[in-house]
Every structure is written in structure tokens, then in C-alpha cells.
């Protein structure tokens, strides 16, 4: 599962604050031109998700 990250190429968190939750994530995918969008409402902890994409990406 690994090397599912390895094609990250970058990735972006954009929220409006800390007190709205909504947020979106997107990650650029090497060879596409242009970046997968997901949006998340407040069920979703967008940090947490972060920190772990983030772990992933750098080979952790």
C-alpha cells in the first residue's frame, strides 16, 4: 500500500477557519494535469485526515 502514495505529487488543505468546518482537499496526481477535489463538512476531522495524508506521502 505504500507505493499507492508514491504519485502524490502534492496536496492542498483549504478551509475558512477553524470555526467552519467545511473544508477541501485536493491532490495532484502525477501525470494528470489536473487535481482530484473532495469536499468534507464538519464530520470529518480535515487535521487529522491532513496529518495522515501527509505521513503517507512522505513514506511513513
Known amino acids: ?5 508514491k504519485s502524490i505529487t502534492m496536496f492542498t488543505v483549504e478551509s475558512a477557519g477553524h470555526f467552519d468546518l467545511d473544508a477541501e482537499l485536493k491532490i495532484w496526481i502525477s501525470g494528470q494535469p489536473e487535481p482530484m477535489q473532495m469536499e468534507f463538512n464538519s464530520k470529518t476531522n480535515i487535521y487529522t485526515l491532513q496529518a495522515i495524508l501527509a505521513a503517507k506521502v512522505a513514506g511513513q
Not at 500500500?1 to 502514495?5: A, H, Q, R, V
Open 1 to 5: 500500500m505504500k507505493d499507492s502514495y
